[in-house]
């Protein structure tokens, strides 16, 4: 009889088996053939593969199910399919393992994005997700694994599905990584795991894309951050060309050679990904021997961990006291207000890169104006600063429907302002935190009002925190508001709130939150009140605050108190903000605006300013400009500034097709200008996913960019077979022909265009990339150029047409 998986993992470490698909490859999948087609067709081939890894040693059988969403398997025709396909998997691989190993239900990205990156809502995504689980647990495996993400919201959504069908069973979450540290769309490991354990993974790490050196340095990152059981599900090295055939490098042994440090590190489950076969799990298995100890938790640190698409960042337990911008609030704003009624986002982008640039740890997102659908513009004003900056969030709105809305929008895990003590907001919000992942804002209030004493307020935290822990939701993710009255009608005001901080901090162990402004109203000179209550407010332990980082003093006051407390290291970052400072700071100046209409139209495609950006393109023509000039001087400067900042670091993916958006809004105005129908083509590139892969998201991003950058491109999809993108070649007269592979069964398929474009006779440059291409790979096989990623292959494509 079993353990519970859970268990299991607590007590040892456990082998999770190998490659999948070229074990079927080899076994007889064809070309362009569905893997999981094969649960039907050909069980046996299947159970064969599953039987080798049992036999090697392995404690967990993964099903032949990695494509089993309806958005997958629709490529095969066989959506209608997807309950028989999937139970079919768990019952042949429930078969294989009996009573010696567990059944791991495997579940793969869908192969598309969530909006506003993607064409999908949260919910599409979410119910896709849902229905291959439901079949999956049904069928009765042991656990769920995903595998290969690229998408942290991809992911987000398929762990929330799950958990909507089971809190119990056992969710294993792994993010694919690139090599510069980060997954293709910019998360970094800390990231990836606040947010995949905040929705309910029990089990977090990486697969695919690194060798086991690459991983383990991925799980060290999220081991900072997470105290869940990790797992380590290399490559067997990265991928070379030899003999003609894709070969992996990575010996058993030397996959073997991290355990102990992988051991030491808290990993609980070992597998292999793409290249490893039974030799490796039986390697890996031997290895263990003799090095098996139970899993030992690190302690609770207290760190209420938050966390956007790209960033993260932390409030308490000694941790800076961090900053929430507040002026994304309509109060007293009519501008703002005007705008959230007419459904723009110019200053909510704006507000967001302003405060961020000054230091903000947070944003907080406030949408609430009379007479506008709240939920609606929740869900734009998130996407526009997810858009804008990779700042964590603060959701602030008594309305749980905009909350909700703020929460599918959002890429990581935010912080909800606000639940109180009253029974009917307790109701309301703490379901929405605990299914959405999100930490919560506890105000210190509840029927009866504000009490006037700090007792009052510390038992109202308490009953808060109590009735979080009934809904699973753990002490370390509430931040109490312990309520500033202002002191100008409440004398006293300000010492209730120091006395309450001081309690909560010290006797519940929570961490705590203030608006500092409130304490000033109706005073002059209120940043002089203001900075100084915040500045006695973090001696008395406060771990974040609300505040205009806008205004000098209050930085002043945080960069001075987080020196005086310790907080700041060596005053290291005081002396960064104030080593040029002569006399007396000045009240920080507005960034200075772009000069001229160039220089704006560049700053909108840079910012992804899509709701201004043809408003500028009509001043620029306006004032003269050639459509051309218009194109070449502004805008693909603009464009040209982002790809520097993609290839620094400081941009990612969503930001750059955001930016490539704004590009197209601007190009579709200058086409009307111009009596041929466009502007003069850079060349005409045809773009296709090889044979036997129906992956393209990275092909997308490419042809999205290369039409931007001025090209002509003709799309030919994914799955396109040699002899079609010959015929399309030879058609069009193409000057460059881009292929893409994900997958490295697939990989071949490059080789064979590459030759059949040469034996042919057709003259045009070739391109090749994906996750499993490298330059090595390209050299081998002939093509004229590789690319990493989208923007190396627009500036690469460029520079070779150029010649």
Known sequence: MKKPFMQAIEERVLILDGAMGTMLQERGLKPGQSPEELNLTAPEIVAGVHQAYLDAGANIIVTNTFGGTAEKLSHYGLADRLVEINQKAVEIAKQVAGDKAYVAGSMGPTGRFVEPVGDLSFDEMREMFKAQAAALIDAGCDLLTLETFLDIKEIRAAVIAIREISQEIPVIAMLTFEEKGRSVLGTPPESAAITLEAVGASIVGSNCGLGVDGIYEILSAMRRVTRLPLICQANAGLPVLKDGKTVFPGTPDEMAAYHDRLIELGVRIIGGCCGTTP???????????????????????????????????????????????????????????????EGKVSYIRREAMEQTELGATLLDVNVGTPGIDEPAAMERAVFCVQGAVQTPLVLDSSSPAALEAGLKAADGKVLINSVNGEEKSLAAVLPLAKKYGAALVCLTLDEAGIPAQAAGRVAIAEKVARAAAKAGISRDQLVVDCLTLTVSAEPKGALVALEAIRKVTCELKLNTVLGVSNISFGLPSRPLISSTFFAMAMEAGLSAAIVNVKEAPMLAAWRSAMVLLGRDPNAAGYIEAYKNVVAEAAPTAPAAEPEGIRGRLAKAVIDGDLENVVGLVEIALAEGLTPMEVSSEALLKGLEEVGRRFDKGAFFLPQVMLSADTMKAAFTRLKQE????????????????VEGDIHDIGKNIVVTLLENHGFEVIDLGKNVPADRILYEAQAHKVDAVGLSALMTTTMAQME??????????????????????????ADEIGADLYAKDAMEAVERIKKLLAK
């Open 674 to 689: 111009l009596s041929g129908g466009g502007l003069a083509s850079l060349g005409c590139i045809l773009m296709a996913t």
């Open 279 to 341: 030799a490796h799990i039986s390697v890996m298995q031997t290895a263990l021997a003799g090095k098996q100890k139970p899993f030992s938790r690190a302690p609770e640190t207290g760190v209420t961990w938050l966390s956007s698409r790209g960033s993260f960042a932390a409030i308490g337990a000694g941790q800076k006291t961090a900053l929430i911008g507040e002026r994304i609030n309509p109060t007293g704003k009519k501008l703002y207000s005007q705008e959230l009624r």
């Open 752 to 777: 064979e265009v590459v030759a059949l474009l040469k034996r042919e006779g057709v003259k045009t440059f070739t391109m090749v990339g994906g996750a499993v291409v490298t330059q090595q790979y």
